[in-house]
């Protein structure tokens, strides 16, 4: 049985990805200090005008970030504890 392609590229380009390369997995910032550079700096998203600078934040949402922050660590804790408890009791009860 034959194998029908009927594709035909229009020319059209979508998304620039000729100056995309691999991005290394454990240490994302090692190829800029290998002297690696990322790509042509014309092409990236212009930097936010306040961008060196800390946000101002109120009372808040200053709270707010950090109770969201704290619930998220709580979260993945109880998870991790969770985990744990179960592998010290199938241990127990199936390591004899």
């Not at 029908?4 to 979508?14: A, K, Q, S």
């Not at 910032?29 to 600078?53: F, I, Y």
């Not at 707010?64 to 504890?81: E, N, P, Q, S």
């Amino acid at each position: 049985m034959t194998e029908r392609n009927d594709f035909e590229d229009d020319g059209i380009t979508v998304a620039d990805m000729s100056d995309i390369r691999p991005q290394p997995l454990l240490f994302p910032d090692l190829g800029l200090l290998m002297g690696q550079r990322g790509g042509d700096k014309s092409k990236a998203v212009p930097e936010t005008p306040n961008s060196g600078e800390p946000m101002q934040l109120d009372r808040g949402e200053r709270r707010a970030l950090i109770r969201g922050t704290i619930t998220a660590y709580l979260a993945a804790l109880a998870v991790f504890a969770a985990v744990f408890v179960i592998a010290i009791l199938l241990l127990v009860r199936f390591g004899r």
